[in-house]
């Protein structure tokens, strides 16, 4: 019984086309390969990055505003947190309203501090996001020269040798396409990573600035004005709704009660109200 001959080998691959290349090939190969080292790296470090505040936000939201005062409320947060700078920067700035020379509004000084705390938060979780924008439109571009370069060889091979049947050109050519491959394989998730990542930036920017507006409000109240926690107690001993913290601080409403005399209707047992003006 006749048995199968061994596949021959296959000529072509990506460690051919780096061969015949040479340092231009290598060049782009190691390129595309830091690029991609350095795409999954930034995510995954701004995943875990993104992820603290995160939970930050959440310790804050159950703990932060039940304390007595600003400064116990610090305490509960971490020492290097994105929350607990904010409210650092905004007791160093209230205390050093009391020494400025030229008097400015304390509602301006404070305002203007904890934004610049909270732009410089932003900063720190952009940084590493222009790498990817810039792996993700220009490793295609990369992969193309790669390309470019390897057709131009082999077409110079093939046209020295004076053969220039299917079999001579097709694998070459096609070997010199692994490059553009190799610049979407790279592109591609850059890409992806930096839209996820700028889209879980924005969620939490609009927290912080939530968080920032309760704070200055607090501040400015000297603590009467705070948002209303999720599952807080009311006088009736009943816990409110949960609500989330970025609301705006709650004060009691100034429309006077309207007066009047009421009377139970006699078959429906609602209580309706007279003595229209």
Known sequence: MATAAPPADNPYGLMQALQEGGVISWSVFIILVIMSLG???????????QQKIMSQGRKVRASFWNSP?????????????????IVDDALVAQDQHGKLTDPIDQHDWMSNSLARSQGSIGARLGEGLAFLATVGSTAPFIGLFGTVIG????????GASGQ???DTVAGPVGEALIMTALGL???VPAVLAY??????NKSIMEDLAAFTNDLHGYLM??????????????????????TRSAAAPQRASNEPLRTGDTRTGAQSGTTAVTDRP
């Open 39 to 49: 795409t999954f790296y930034i995510l995954f470090t701004k995943l875990m990055q």
């Open 69 to 85: 005062n600003l400064r116990d409320a610090a305490t509960k947060l971490e020492q290097k947190s994105a929350y607990r700078a």
């Open 151 to 158: 057709i131009y060889r082999a077409l110079i091979k093939i």
């Open 164 to 166: 220039a049947s299917i």
């Open 185 to 187: 394989v790279v592109a």
């Open 195 to 200: 839209n996820w990542l700028i889209r879980r």
């Open 221 to 242: 109240s000297n603590g009467q004005v705070k948002p209303r926690m999720a599952g807080a107690a009311t006088s009736d001993g009943r816990g409110t709704a949960p």
